[in-house]
């Protein structure tokens, strides 16, 4: 018996498979390096993904059993930060109201128009990255839907990351929370406007933005939104990135790192808003 | 080629597809098995080193496409380990279920260290370690269903070349 002694054309044969593997493989591009997807990938996706949309609906329901059952021991928990949130909620209700009524007096004041709302595609998760060193999702919108590398995709809560490769019928969204994720951002209540800077995902679930100054007015629980403010972002201005969960000043003031929760979760996301570009940007 | 290594490959893809939309939403403690890990090394441990080398090529490829990055690393990693659990077969009696969780444990973590060091910022995940011994042990109640599932495929004898 022979158990590693293949024939020399077999051993050719073996040498050429791995060899296209490699190629393929190294086709695949960098989540930093935006772009189509690479023509094998490509093919596979758009032949898999109807096959993922079908087990993902139909694993939805198995899902939801085990995360019931799991989640069971957090209810508790849950409950008390969830009537939290309501009352916090309630009280923003009504200064957004406020607000509301400000910006309309404002507009008629300054003659604006109104805002020019982004166009946007709503897509199912049909599935997330089968590793855990990389937090991606499937997405079942792709160049059909005019969907292109870099668009902003939007879930429950604000902003869970940016597209970036695009096949036909799907793409792959590269969640914040990666630690290859970041958004340039911003602290949005006015007392502390101008602390800017880029947060970033590690891997876990949590965000880190750094501003290199001496920290303004800061405060837990503040929202931080998008800057808008990058080269040739595809962001656009103030969408919701997270809250902030921790302050860490350094002793000689230089610097601020802010911990931030993202506002969405990508693990629950089961449907995203994927924006398209402006019309300036398109052009 | 042998006439199982198509249907090998056939079902990494399946188990990938698998992975990447059930498998991954059953999480305990945040962390789920990697069914197309076990696959191979189950399948390398039964086949030998074709089988285990077009499962872990297969897996690699596969992961790799799902996930949109990372081609390579899934690829050696998973290549490799199918690699070096074929190699456990010529030594260990490869339809021992304590031979194939060990199997699973060790290629897990073997995985899991490889993948790190091409990648290396993967250490600066938040509780790294704690996360691939979770995985590792996520990974052991796949063994007999995936062992059954292998076990059916016609790799043995072609393989072993009698």
Redesign the interface.
């Given at each position: 018996?022979?158990?590693?002694?293949?024939r020399s054309s077999r051993r050719w044969?073996?040498f050429a498979?791995?060899l296209a593997?490699?190629a393929?493989?190294?086709?695949?591009?960098?989540?930093e390096r935006l772009g189509p997807?690479n023509p094998?990938?490509d093919a596979?996706?758009t032949v898999?993904q109807p096959?993922?949309a079908a087990?993902?609906r139909t694993?939805g329901a198995?899902?939801g059993a085990?995360?019931f059952v799991?989640q069971l021991f957090d209810r508790g928990r849950e409950n008390a930060r969830l009537r939290q949130q309501v009352a916090q909620g309630q009280a923003q209700t009504e200064q957004v109201a406020e607000y509301q009524a400000e910006v309309a007096r404002l507009r008629a004041l300054l003659g604006l128009r109104e805002a020019v709302t982004r166009q946007a595609v709503s897509a199912r998760v049909?599935?997330?990255?089968?590793?855990?060193?990389?937090q991606?999702l499937?997405v079942n919108a792709g160049r059909r839907d005019r969907v292109v590398p870099g668009a902003a995709v939007l879930g429950p809560g604000g902003l869970i990351g940016q597209v970036?490769?695009v096949s036909y019928a799907s793409c792959?969204v590269?969640c914040l929370t990666d630690?290859?994720g970041s958004v340039g951002a911003r602290v949005q209540p006015e007392r502390a406007r101008q602390v800017v800077g880029v947060a970033k995902g590690?891997?876990?679930d949590l965000l880190t933005l750094v501003y290199h100054n001496a920290g303004p007015a800061v405060q837990m629980g503040d929202a931080v939104v998008t800057s808008g403010r990058e080269q040739g972002s595809r962001f656009p201005p103030g969408l919701l990135v997270g809250h902030v969960v921790g302050i860490v000043r350094r002793p000689d003031e230089s610097s601020l790192t802010l911990t931030l929760r993202p506002a969405a979760e990508p693990?629950r996301a089961e449907e995203v808003l994927i924006l398209l570009p402006a019309p300036e940007d398109a052009s | 080629m042998s006439r199982g290594l198509p249907a090998v490959v056939l079902l990494v893809l399946v188990a990938a597809l698998l992975q990447s939309t059930w498998v991954g939403r059953i999480q305990v403690v945040g962390e789920w098995p990697d069914l197309v890990l076990v696959l191979v090394i189950l399948v390398a441990l039964q086949g030998g080193h074709e089988a285990g080398a077009a499962a872990g090529v297969a897996g690699g490829l596969a992961m790799g496409w799902l996930t949109g990055v990372g081609g390579l690393a899934f690829l050696l990693t998973r290549g490799a380990v199918g690699l070096a659990a074929a190699e456990l077969r010529l030594h260990w009696h490869r339809e021992n279920l304590v031979v194939q969780v060990v199997a699973v444990l060790c290629g897990t973590v073997a995985c899991e260290l490889l993948f790190a060091a091409l990648n290396p910022s993967v250490i600066a995940v938040p509780g790294w370690a704690w996360r691939v011994a979770t995985r590792a042990l996520l990974n052991v109640p796949l063994v007999p269903l995936v062992s059954v599932v292998v076990s059916r495929l016609p790799l043995t004898t072609e393989s072993l070349g009698a």
């Open positions: 018996m022979n158990v590693r002694g293949p044969w073996w498979v791995v593997a490699f393929l493989a190294g086709m695949e591009s960098r989540p997807a094998a990938a596979v996706r898999g096959v993922q087990l993902s694993g198995v899902a085990w995360q799991t049909v599935a997330k990255g089968p590793s855990p060193w990389f991606t499937t970036f490769q792959q590269l630690r290859l590690d891997g876990g693990d | -």
